[in-house]
């Protein structure tokens, strides 16, 4: 009686089917489904194929030197290059991204920083995944405009 239909909250996926150890170094790119967890490095672009529910989870030793395109992030270590997350990111206190970041939601814990742009998707069927780089020009000057007043 009392009892509303609500949409229910899609759980992420918190086991680990993929580790990438301390010592671990990778050069090329990943693709992976599930759980991935990286404590080591990886030089290369990191894609997630299957569902929405696959995982990225970041230590505070990993290390990413590529682009990377997962549903759902969770970052405390260091990527050099751009973000694009279609559900969820959470970024801890030691996260660094040097790269701009595509987001529909995002949590960000006090010590986390993003050198790059944060660029959140305005509409529910925009699929950040696949969407091509934007190129921002850091050096250009903005001008302000000024609306004359009658």
Same mark, same amino acid.
């Given at each position: 009686?009392?009892?509303?239909?609500?949409a229910?909250?899609?759980?992420?996926?918190?086991?680990?089917d993929?580790?990438?150890g301390?010592?671990t170094?990778?050069?090329g790119?990943?693709?992976?489904?599930g759980?991935?967890?990286?404590?080591?490095s &990886?030089? $290369?672009?990191? #894609?997630?194929?299957?569902?929405? /529910?696959?995982?990225?989870? *970041?230590?505070?030793?990993?290390? @990413?030197?590529?682009?990377v395109?997962?549903?759902?992030?969770? &970052?405390? $270590?260091?990527v #050099?290059?751009?973000?694009?997350a /279609?559900?969820?990111v959470? *970024?801890?206190p030691?996260a660094? @991204?040097?790269?701009?970041?595509?987001y529909?939601?995002?949590?960000m814990?006090m010590?986390?920083?993003?050198?790059g742009h944060?660029?959140?998707?305005?509409?529910?069927?925009?699929?950040?995944?696949?969407?091509e780089?934007?190129v921002?020009?850091?050096?250009?000057?903005?001008?302000l405009?000024?609306?004359?007043?009658?």
């Open positions: 009686m009392f009892k509303k239909d609500k229910k909250k899609k759980k992420t996926v918190n086991r680990i993929t580790l990438i301390r010592h170094h990778i050069k790119d990943v693709s992976f489904s759980g991935l967890r990286v404590d080591g &990886i030089e $290369g672009h990191i #894609n997630a194929t299957g569902d929405d /529910s696959s995982v990225l989870t *970041l230590s505070d030793n990993g290390c @990413i030197d590529g682009e395109r997962v549903p759902n992030v969770i &970052i405390n $270590g260091q #050099n290059g751009n973000v694009y /279609s559900q969820h959470e *970024l801890a030691k660094r @991204i040097n790269g701009n970041l595509y529909r939601m995002l949590e814990a010590g986390s920083e993003v050198n944060l660029i959140r998707a305005q509409k529910e069927d925009e699929d950040i995944l696949q969407v780089h934007e921002f020009d850091d050096d250009a000057e903005f001008q405009e000024q609306k004359a007043t009658s």
